[in-house]
């Protein structure tokens, strides 16, 4: 795929190709290998924000961040304008220069209190939510999917009403809340909404290889590709696409993975994180079942990092999970 820098206002992103938001996975030392690898724009997954004005320790950790992090993007899940507003504007996001909106999220209890792929069902109060954050002054971006029912997408007329709204880009992934995350993604209902608005459109939605990305691109003409869960699987996806060089194996990256989770997170947070990251980095061995129970009985970092040294020893540079 052709790999170009975007700018968003005052900011050039490195590459098109984005890491997707991902609750329980898009930590800061997360999104710090995503962009090492080559990644143009990561996000801290959805923070609610009616939960964010408790301040507590969840929500420092969610929105854990600091300077050396290149682009620092917040991703907000919630249904009324006037929280969204104080939220967007609050000291809490300071760090932040982009929020991104979250208009896609298909999870009933999300869904039922009006909040994520809800808002495309209510176009009036989704321009609400953009207008009011944009008061922020930050850069406005909005995550949405292709519509509420597979019989009825309408990506097109949503993106149009963002734009208007005054958002700076949408990503459009390519499934109806209906269709959750399984199902061939749409990519004419993507390659209309690129027509239809000006400002940059990423395509999300089944991007499982470098080749898959590449057909994203071409049948959409889409901006840039962001990918979610085959970035767990292999984060080497963001540098093969843009052909970043790193010599790194999945071991030194775990490693790393895990030194940094521990300095700033508590031990629990990082060893089910770890667990979960190294679990998803098996996916493509055979065999791997004892493995994940041994990892997954683990009680503290020291034992879990000799199990992934065990795991992960004698892999090939680049060859993530092999
Ligand atoms: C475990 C999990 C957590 C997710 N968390 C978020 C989230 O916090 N915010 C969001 O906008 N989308 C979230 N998503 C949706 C992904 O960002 C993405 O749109 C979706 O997985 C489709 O991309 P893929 O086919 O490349 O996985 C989540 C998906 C999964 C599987």
Do not use: W
Not at 2 to 10: D, F, M, Q
Not at 12 to 29: D, K, Q, R
Not at 242 to 270: G, H, S, V
């Amino acid at each position: 795929m052709e790999i170009k820098r975007l700018r968003l206002g005052g900011i050039l992103l490195p590459s098109n190709v984005f890491m997707a938001p991902l609750a329980g996975y898009t930590c800061y030392p997360f999104r710090m290998l995503a962009y090492e690898l080559g990644a143009g724009l990561c996000f801290t997954e959805m923070s609610s924000a009616n939960g964010l004005k408790y301040a507590d320790r969840a929500t420092r950790r969610l929105l854990h961040t600091t300077a050396e992090e290149p682009v620092r993007a917040v991703q907000l899940l919630g249904g009324d304008p006037a929280v969204m507003t104080r939220m967007a504007c609050s000291e809490l996001l300071k760090d932040f220069d982009i929020i991104d909106i979250n208009m896609g999220c298909p999870v009933p209890n999300v869904f039922k209190s009006g909040e994520g792929s809800a808002l495309m069902a209510d176009q009036k109060r989704a321009a609400a939510i953009i207008r009011g954050c944009r008061k922020s002054g930050k850069i406005i971006t909005v995550k949405c999917r292709t519509g509420i029912r597979e019989e009825h997408m309408f990506a097109a007329e949503f993106v149009r009403m963002c734009e208007d709204a005054g958002a700076d880009l949408v990503t459009v992934h390519g499934r109806s809340r209906s269709m959750m995350y399984d199902g061939a993604c749409c990519y004419e209902e993507i390659a209309q909404a690129k027509a239809a608005v000006s400002i940059p459109v990423i395509a999300n939605g089944g991007i499982f290889s470098a080749k898959a990305a590449e057909e994203m691109m071409e049948r959409t003409g889409a901006d840039g590709v962001m990918i979610a869960r085959y970035a767990l699987e292999n984060p080497f996806i963001f540098s093969e696409l843009t052909r970043k060089p790193i010599r790194k194996t999945t071991l030194q990256i775990l490693l790393e993975q895990m030194e940094l989770t521990a300095a700033d997170y508590d031990e629990t947070f990082t060893i089910r994180y770890i667990q979960k990251l190294a679990s998803y980095g098996m996916k493509k061995r055979k065999g791997t079942k004892r493995y994940k129970e041994q990892m997954f009985q683990c009680g503290s970092l020291e034992e879990l990092r000799e199990i992934v040294v065990q795991i992960f020893s004698g892999e090939a540079e680049g060859e993530y999970g092999t």
